[in-house]
Nanobody
Protein backbone atom coordinates (compact mmCIF):
# COMPACT_ATOMS: atom_id res chain seq x y z
CA UNK A 1 0.00 0.00 0.00
CA UNK A 2 1.40 3.34 -1.10
CA UNK A 3 1.67 5.89 1.65
CA UNK A 4 2.99 9.44 1.38
CA UNK A 5 3.16 11.54 4.54
CA UNK A 6 4.19 15.17 4.29
CA UNK A 7 5.27 17.32 7.21
CA UNK A 8 7.13 20.49 8.08
CA UNK A 9 4.70 23.16 6.96
CA UNK A 10 3.68 26.12 9.05
CA UNK A 11 3.31 29.86 9.26
CA UNK A 12 6.35 31.91 8.34
CA UNK A 13 7.03 35.53 7.52
CA UNK A 14 8.08 36.58 4.05
CA UNK A 15 11.80 36.02 3.62
CA UNK A 16 11.80 33.08 6.00
CA UNK A 17 12.57 29.42 5.43
CA UNK A 18 10.92 26.06 5.90
CA UNK A 19 12.02 22.50 5.30
CA UNK A 20 9.35 20.08 4.19
CA UNK A 21 9.70 16.33 4.56
CA UNK A 22 7.92 13.45 2.88
CA UNK A 23 8.01 9.88 4.12
CA UNK A 24 7.24 7.36 1.40
CA UNK A 25 6.41 3.68 1.56
CA UNK A 26 4.74 0.94 -0.46
CA UNK A 27 6.78 1.23 -3.66
CA UNK A 28 10.39 1.02 -4.82
CA UNK A 29 11.38 4.49 -3.74
CA UNK A 30 15.03 4.47 -4.77
CA UNK A 31 14.29 4.23 -8.49
CA UNK A 32 11.24 6.49 -8.48
CA UNK A 33 11.52 10.10 -9.56
CA UNK A 34 9.75 12.16 -6.93
CA UNK A 35 8.23 15.59 -7.03
CA UNK A 36 6.95 18.27 -4.74
CA UNK A 37 3.69 19.82 -5.78
CA UNK A 38 1.62 22.62 -4.35
CA UNK A 39 -1.95 23.80 -4.54
CA UNK A 40 -2.79 27.36 -3.64
CA UNK A 41 -6.35 28.36 -2.74
CA UNK A 42 -8.50 28.48 -5.84
CA UNK A 43 -5.74 27.24 -8.10
CA UNK A 44 -4.76 23.95 -9.70
CA UNK A 45 -2.06 21.79 -8.24
CA UNK A 46 1.32 22.56 -9.79
CA UNK A 47 4.68 20.85 -9.87
CA UNK A 48 7.37 22.71 -7.95
CA UNK A 49 10.44 20.49 -8.10
CA UNK A 50 11.49 17.03 -9.24
CA UNK A 51 14.33 14.73 -8.26
CA UNK A 52 15.28 11.49 -9.97
CA UNK A 53 16.34 8.38 -8.13
CA UNK A 54 19.92 9.30 -8.91
CA UNK A 55 19.58 12.85 -7.60
CA UNK A 56 19.15 14.95 -10.73
CA UNK A 57 16.85 17.87 -10.09
CA UNK A 58 14.60 20.22 -11.97
CA UNK A 59 12.57 23.18 -10.75
CA UNK A 60 9.63 25.27 -11.78
CA UNK A 61 10.59 28.84 -12.57
CA UNK A 62 8.92 30.05 -9.37
CA UNK A 63 11.17 27.78 -7.30
CA UNK A 64 14.51 28.27 -9.03
CA UNK A 65 17.16 29.79 -6.80
CA UNK A 66 15.01 29.58 -3.68
CA UNK A 67 13.95 25.94 -3.25
CA UNK A 68 16.12 22.83 -3.07
CA UNK A 69 14.76 19.32 -3.43
CA UNK A 70 16.74 16.40 -2.01
CA UNK A 71 16.21 12.79 -1.07
CA UNK A 72 17.55 10.06 1.17
CA UNK A 73 16.99 6.73 -0.52
CA UNK A 74 18.09 4.82 2.58
CA UNK A 75 15.25 6.40 4.56
CA UNK A 76 12.67 6.66 1.78
CA UNK A 77 12.49 10.39 2.36
CA UNK A 78 12.29 13.40 0.08
CA UNK A 79 12.77 16.96 1.26
CA UNK A 80 12.09 20.48 0.06
CA UNK A 81 14.17 23.28 1.52
CA UNK A 82 12.40 26.55 0.88
CA UNK A 83 14.22 29.83 1.39
CA UNK A 84 13.29 33.45 0.75
CA UNK A 85 9.63 32.54 1.00
CA UNK A 86 7.05 34.85 -0.54
CA UNK A 87 3.33 35.24 0.18
CA UNK A 88 2.64 33.66 -3.21
CA UNK A 89 4.27 30.46 -1.95
CA UNK A 90 1.29 29.98 0.35
CA UNK A 91 -0.24 26.62 -0.53
CA UNK A 92 -0.68 23.05 0.56
CA UNK A 93 2.43 21.13 -0.46
CA UNK A 94 2.39 17.49 -1.50
CA UNK A 95 4.95 14.96 -2.58
CA UNK A 96 4.27 12.32 -5.21
CA UNK A 97 5.88 10.41 -7.97
CA UNK A 98 6.88 12.64 -10.87
CA UNK A 99 3.64 12.59 -12.80
CA UNK A 100 1.48 12.36 -9.71
CA UNK A 101 0.25 8.83 -10.27
CA UNK A 102 0.44 7.63 -6.67
CA UNK A 103 -2.26 8.09 -4.06
CA UNK A 104 -1.93 11.61 -2.70
CA UNK A 105 -1.15 12.24 0.94
CA UNK A 106 -2.78 14.86 3.10
CA UNK A 107 -0.19 17.48 2.29
CA UNK A 108 1.37 20.04 4.58
CA UNK A 109 0.16 23.62 4.67
CA UNK A 110 2.57 26.49 4.18
CA UNK A 111 1.42 30.01 4.94
CA UNK A 112 3.70 32.95 4.22
CA UNK A 113 2.67 36.23 5.72
CA UNK A 114 3.69 39.57 4.25
Amino acid sequence: QVLLVESGGGLVQAGGSLRLSCAASGFIFSITAMGWYRQAPGKQRELVAVITGGGSTNYADAAKGRFTISRDNAKNMVYLQMNSLKPEDTAVYYCNQNGGRLTWGQGTRVTVSS
